[in-house]
């Protein structure tokens, strides 16, 4: 029996560990490094959806940037240039969860084709590769850069059936956001939400095909 899912799209985050971030912004502002990595990640991703709605497309570093610097004046902190480079920096140096490479070993054994498509910048993606040791495993990454439109734009998740040749049907899609979750369903993806924060379901009318806390979870729902 052919195997339905050929390939997987990877939203960064299943795959990236993004909490060396917000330890190093409370390494900075001891006792405000949580609240300003909450507002952060809430302006992000804001900037992201506006951008697109608003045609004013720039890459994700640059709204990173932009976000963090919002954060720290909402949050009340005086963000200092070196401090900022700093946390931007982090992101270069960030690895994957712990729970990836036997996972992406399964996968690939069993000739499941992979790539990430992800707001993350080429420049972002390799930076995560090399530091997990993870080259090999993906095919050329998919950043909303090739199509200036951040998710949950369907130009975004169409980079997936352009780019293996596949119907989308046939692709697995791993959200680590409850909203990609519902964007990539939206689109018509196979969609798993790796739900490492245990967050509850968005209210968006629609629901995920299966969920799981980590990337054992994603293995078990791709290969059956």
């Known amino acids: 029996m052919e195997r339905p899912i050929k390939a997987i799209a990877f939203d960064g985050f299943p795959i990236i560990d993004a909490r060396p971030f917000f330890a190093k912004a409370e390494d ?8 300003l ?13 506006l951008r ?14 932009e976000s963090l610097v919002f ?4 949050s009340g ?3 200092a240039a070196d401090q900022r480079d700093a946390l931007m920096q982090t992101w270069l140096t960030l690895k994957a969860w712990p729970d990836v490479a ?5 996968l690939k054994a069993a000739g499941i084709r992979m790539a990430f498509l992800t707001n993350l910048t080429e420049t972002m993606l390799d930076a995560v590769v090399k530091n997990a040791g993870l080259e090999g495993f993906f ?4 950043s909303t850069d090739r199509v200036k439109a951040f998710k949950p734009d369907p130009r975004a998740y169409q980079m997936g059936p352009d780019a293996f040749k596949l119907a989308k049907e046939e692709i697995a899609f791993a959200a680590f956001a409850g909203w990609d979750a519902a964007g990539a369903k939206w689109f018509g993806y196979p969609t798993f939400w790796v739900n490492r924060s245990n967050t509850p379901v968005e209210e968006l009318g629609v629901m995920p095909d299966g969920v799981g806390s980590g990337m054992a979870d994603f293995v078990k729902f791709v290969l059956g």
């Open 28 to 35: 900075i502002f001891p006792g405000k490094g949580r609240a």
């Open 37 to 49: 990595s909450e507002a952060w990640r809430t302006r992000l991703f804001e900037y992201t959806w």
């Open 52 to 65: 697109t709605l608003g045609g004013h497309y720039v890459d994700f570093w640059h709204v990173t940037e």
């Open 71 to 74: 954060a720290a004046k909402a």
């Open 77 to 79: 902190i005086d963000l």
């Open 102 to 106: 036997p996972a992406l070993k399964e």
């Open 139 to 142: 095919e050329p990454h998919l």
